[in-house]
């Protein structure tokens, strides 16, 4: 199994609620997956678990750790630009860096990559990540963010809305493994975690 990368995990579902504040939007958000989780027949919960589902387990909503206006920056490393990421069932995606974002945690200056899946729909970035709570309060293989652009071509880059890969749920989808150069040096306790 596959597993597609266009699922509604953009932050516009958590500040697209105009009532709400940027918290219970975020709550909001995290309860629906949980109820798509629980009753959706596509979930990535095993049919046989899903009824004792009680929902997936969050680190608390940390707008320090929301980073808006970014600017996709182009990619200068010295990687190839177009390659294909490695998947957890040994397959290969085909992907491309699209660029970087730069950001800063307690003032230390920190990049992650975003890819583009060859053949993806739209616009959307796929940035895998690992940070160190990689292995132990979160899944080994990394976590993930799917961020869409701005109507002014700038992107939110929000942690809060990190997620497990599915095969965290079912070994039999394949998810792409986070390359090294998204490797965060600090925690981020924010999103989904184990």
Not at 95 to 121: K, N
Request: aromatic residues 12%.
């Amino acid at each position: 199994m596959s597993e597609p990368h266009d699922h509604d995990h953009g932050p516009d579902h958590a500040h697209g609620h105009h009532h709400l504040s940027y918290e219970a939007a975020v709550l909001a958000y995290r309860a629906n997956k949980d109820d798509a989780f629980r009753l959706d027949p596509g979930s990535p919960i095993p049919a046989a678990r899903r009824q004792g589902f009680v929902g997936l387990p969050y680190f608390a909503v940390d707008t320090a750790l929301r980073f808006d206006d970014l600017r996709l920056q182009p990619y200068a490393g010295g990687e190839p630009s177009h390659f294909e990421i490695p998947t957890t069932d040994g397959g290969l995606r085909p992907a491309e860096r699209a660029g970087v974002f730069e950001f800063a945690i307690g003032g230390r200056p920190l990049r992650l990559t975003a890819y583009r899946f060859a053949h993806s729909h739209g616009g959307a970035l796929f940035v895998p990540f690992q940070d160190a709570t990689t292995g132990g309060e979160t899944y080994g293989a990394g976590r993930y963010l799917d961020l869409e652009a701005d109507e002014d071509a700038s992107y939110t880059l929000d942690f809060n809305l990190a997620y497990h890969p599915y095969c965290v749920y079912d070994p039999s989808f394949s998810c792409p493994l986070t390359p090294a150069e998204n490797r965060l040096p600090v925690r981020i306790p924010a999103g989904e975690r184990l």
